[in-house]
């Protein structure tokens, strides 16, 4: 064998390793940033493992916010066929309410959800579109424009 094919069959076994390094790479370094939104009913039907993180929507339960000592609340998460604990410790944003849509970012630990973030609705009328997908599948989506429109 020439020195010329020597040296192009080594290249070439080079550029493969560095292509498989870099695909394991990149894919351990996007396990944890990739997080799935998950109806209340899809994590009652299925829970994922406590070291999954996930995002939980829906609408805050009427009636189930508590707040503890200093930034401590707890409350549930519905989307009217499941309703999911959630508990967290932090600020909450100013929209935040019972009956209000909220997006929360966590894990589930031994049936309660531990939200590491709260995200609710940036103005009166505004809701994920993963959120109103889960509560239209529900059946319980109500369109607040539609309510406005009336008045």
């Known amino acids: 064998m020439g020195l010329k094919k020597k040296r192009r069959i080594q290249i070439i076994a080079l550029a493969f390793v560095a292509l498989i390094a870099s695909f394991v790479a990149i894919y351990f370094a996007v396990g ?9 009913a ?9 070291r999954e993180t996930f995002r939980i929507g829906g609408l805050v339960e009427v009636g189930s916010l508590v707040r503890g000592q200093g ?9 009217g066929g ?5 508990q967290y410790e932090g600020v909450l944003p100013d929209l935040f309410g019972e009956g209000e849509g909220v997006v929360a970012t966590g894990r589930l630990v031994d049936g309660t959800f ?5 995200l609710a609705k940036h103005d009166e009328t505004y809701m994920p ?9 529900q059946g319980v989506y109500v369109d607040p424009n539609a309510k406005a429109a009336t008045n």
């Open 82 to 86: 499941a309703s999911v604990p959630v």
């Open 129 to 137: 579109k993963e959120v109103i997908d889960a509560l239209k599948e």
């Open 32 to 40: 944890d940033a990739l997080q799935y939104f998950r109806s209340p």
């Open 71 to 79: 930034a401590r609340i707890t409350f549930n998460v519905t989307d």
């Open 42 to 50: 899809a994590v009652a039907e299925n829970p994922p493992g406590p």
């Open 114 to 118: 531990e939200a590491s973030e709260i």
